[in-house]
């Protein structure tokens, strides 16, 4: 009997070990769970990251936004061609000055906002944007489209062109999460600037910059609209006491023949803002009179017509600013 109860004893005893080693045998499909709550642990973060909130410091004020924001309204074409580069949608464009190598927002999958001067305040409250980019042909209209969503002032400041541009472009970058992609850009703008303004430097040449409008010229010096070719490119000024502003000083022909510089540079309002090109007639023509003609730059093959859909449209975008580099390297001799 005694011999029984010791035999059931040691069967009980077996049970309850291999119950308890199959426990434990267990524990790593537990721990496997374990991980895949980890990886939605992992997602929340990123959930997180979405929904952040984030304030931006511009000219104007601050904004405060989510981060990658989805309805996106922007006026300003060099802000656009980054938004473009970067691949991030854009909802809202003022299609009626659009340049031709941003015809496809001319789409109509893409709400016209107005014009760049005239927001459609109406049409753009509708939208219910994220987020508004505007430059300085928007300005006066930043409180009211303030009201409607952040609005982030990105126009370039002339007067320390590269820190400006450079500054906006890390400004989209962290607003989309794209600061990678933005210094990657960065990095090849800087390079082609670095040739150029070697090899402008290395020239020694003088260089005078002008606007042709309606068969008159006006002249831009270093840290104006234009300035970015003597204080980015690296062309010495031809003139150093033309004034500072946006709109250029008003000069004559006789004034530049008078200043006889190297190189040239000219930018074509016309060609730019009219709706039939055709229309239109070269600023070559007007451009290359007698007294011009009388120029080194004329007589050496040194007057250069910028194109102006990046000089006077848009600018300050890192397709443009590509470009305009790219355009002027490609030039100089």
């Given at each position: 009997m005694n011999k029984k109860f010791i035999m059931l004893f040691m069967a009980v005893l077996l049970a309850v070990f291999t119950a308890a080693c199959g426990s434990n045998s267990a524990a790593p499909a537990t721990q496997t769970s374990g991980a895949g709550a980890s990886t939605d642990a992992t997602k929340a973060p990123e959930a997180a990251k979405e929904s952040e909130e984030i304030t931006i410091k511009h000219k104007l004020g601050e904004a405060k936004l989510k981060k990658n924001p989805q309805t996106v309204v922007a006026f300003d074409y060099g802000v656009l061609d980054s938004l473009d580069k970067l691949g991030i949608e854009v909802t809202g464009v003022a299609q009626s000055s659009v340049p031709p190598y941003l015809e496809k927002f001319k789409d109509a999958k893409y709400k016209n906002i107005g014009s760049l001067k005239e927001p459609d305040f109406e049409k753009i409250n509708a939208m219910k944007p994220d987020v508004i980019?505007?430059?300085?042909?928007?300005?006066?209209?930043?409180?009211?489209?303030?009201?409607?969503?952040?609005?982030?002032?990105?126009?370039?400041?002339?007067?320390?062109?590269?820190?400006?541009?450079?500054?906006?472009?890390?400004?989209?970058?962290?607003?989309?999460?794209?600061?990678?992609?933005?210094?990657?850009?960065?990095?090849?703008?800087?390079?082609?600037?670095?040739?150029?303004?070697?090899?402008?430097?290395?020239?020694?040449?003088?260089?005078?910059?002008?606007?042709?409008?309606?068969?008159?010229?006006?002249?831009?010096?270093?840290?104006s609209r234009f300035g970015i070719l003597h204080d980015v490119f690296g062309f010495t000024p031809v003139d150093k006491n033309i004034e500072v502003s946006t709109h250029g000083q008003s000069v004559s022909f006789e004034y530049v023949a008078e200043k006889d510089p190297d190189y040239l540079f000219v930018v074509d309002r016309d060609g730019a803002?009219?709706?039939?090109?055709?229309?239109?007639?070269?600023?070559?023509?007007?451009?290359?009179?007698?007294?011009?003609?009388?120029?080194?730059?004329?007589?050496?093959?040194?007057?250069?017509?910028?194109?102006?859909?990046?000089?006077?449209?848009?600018?300050?975008?890192?397709?443009?600013?590509?470009?305009?580099?790219?355009?002027?390297?490609?030039?100089?001799?």
């Open positions: 980019f505007i430059s300085g042909r928007q300005q006066d209209a930043y409180e009211e489209l303030n009201k409607i969503a952040p609005t982030i002032f990105l126009g370039v400041d002339t007067s320390k062109y590269m820190e400006s541009f450079t500054e906006n472009m890390k400004t989209l970058g962290t607003i989309f999460g794209k600061e990678a992609q933005v210094d990657e850009e960065l990095a090849k703008i800087n390079d082609s600037i670095k040739q150029l303004n070697e090899k402008a430097t290395a020239s020694g040449k003088n260089a005078l910059i002008i606007l042709a409008n309606e068969g008159k010229i006006s002249a831009y010096s270093a840290g803002i009219a709706t039939n090109k055709d229309a239109v007639s070269p600023a070559k023509k007007v451009i290359e009179n007698d007294l011009i003609k009388n120029t080194k730059a004329f007589k050496n093959g040194n007057i250069i017509y910028l194109d102006s859909n990046y000089w006077y449209l848009s600018g300050g975008g890192l397709v443009s600013t590509a470009n305009m580099a790219d355009e002027v390297l490609k030039d100089i001799k």
